[in-house]
């Protein structure tokens, strides 16, 4: 698979070849400049949504499995009121990992700490999963994962090493900013879609029409729909014979420093 290192280096070869030809033969092919330009930000653009691709860096997506087993994940809470929900249907019994925003845990220490208490695990997402969190500066999201962690730190006395881009979306800014961490940057095979429909029924249907083993299954507990749609999700796949394990089980990697 195309990586963005590779993508830079076969841009500045056709860079280097044009402006060699230019020189020879005297002339500024100013439209070829414009195409591979265009070529080449579109393809650096695309890839930034296809974590899987691996385009920018390695992101545990799914487990190369036959056995019926799946993680699952939740971001952008803690929520006061869906989170405690959710905690409530795993039951201590399955596990699960959240992905907590850095400004939502702030009055909501006590729902992080009964994650950790009930076995589950704690990963970071930025600290204001802003709208234009993408655009920040390489600090800048640096500043937001440090924060984040600190406070994970704060009430749990740990440090986590997982972490879930906001949005999906890895860019040659998060690149970047990654390098001074050793996260283990986590992805998904099998996402909801719970924050685009409160259409119950439709959630589930995709995620058990594409259910595989292996998968990492993404749901949002920032969303009201997130609770119903679980309690029938775990029905489900205890019928169709997955069990959910945790995610450094699944890929063998350690959720903290
Ligand atoms: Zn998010």
Redesign the pocket.
């Known amino acids: 698979m195309i990586t963005f290192r590779a993508t830079k280096l076969i841009f500045f070869i056709c860079l280097f070849v044009m402006n060699m030809i230019s020189l020879a033969l005297q002339i500024l092919p100013v439209l070829l400049y414009v195409i591979l330009i265009v070529v080449y930000l579109f393809v650096s653009v695309f890839f930034s949504f296809y974590m899987r691709t691996g385009f920018y860096l390695t992101a545990y997506c799914k487990k190369g499995t036959d056995d019926k087993i799946l993680a699952l994940t939740f971001?952008?809470g803690p929520d006061p009121e869906i989170t405690p929900a959710i905690l409530d249907l795993l039951k201590e019994k399955v596990p699960a990992t959240f992905?907590c925003?850095g400004r939502k845990i702030e009055g909501n220490e006590e729902i992080l700490k009964r994650m950790d208490a009930e076995g589950h695990l704690i990963g970071t997402?930025s600290y204001t999963?802003s709208d234009w969190f993408d655009l920040f500066s390489s600090t800048r999201m640096k500043n937001e994962f440090l924060r984040t962690d600190q406070k994970i730190v704060e009430i749990t006395g740990k440090e986590p090493l997982l972490f879930?881009p906001?949005?999906g979306v890895i860019n040659p800014l998060l690149k970047k900013a990654l390098k001074s961490f050793n996260y283990h940057v986590i992805g998904f095979s099998n996402r909801a879609w719970d924050t685009t429909t409160k259409n119950e029924g439709k959630i589930l249907d995709r995620l058990v029409r594409k259910l595989k083993p292996g998968d990492v299954v993404l749901l949002?507990d920032s969303v009201p729909q997130a609770v119903p749609v679980l309690k029938v999700f775990l029905k489900m796949i205890e019928e169709k014979g997955f069990t959910v394990v945790s995610l450094n089980k699944m890929f063998e990697i350690r959720p903290y420093v």
Do not use: L, Q, T, V
Request: no cysteine.
């Open positions: 971001d952008d992905f925003i997402h999963h879930r906001p949005y949002h």
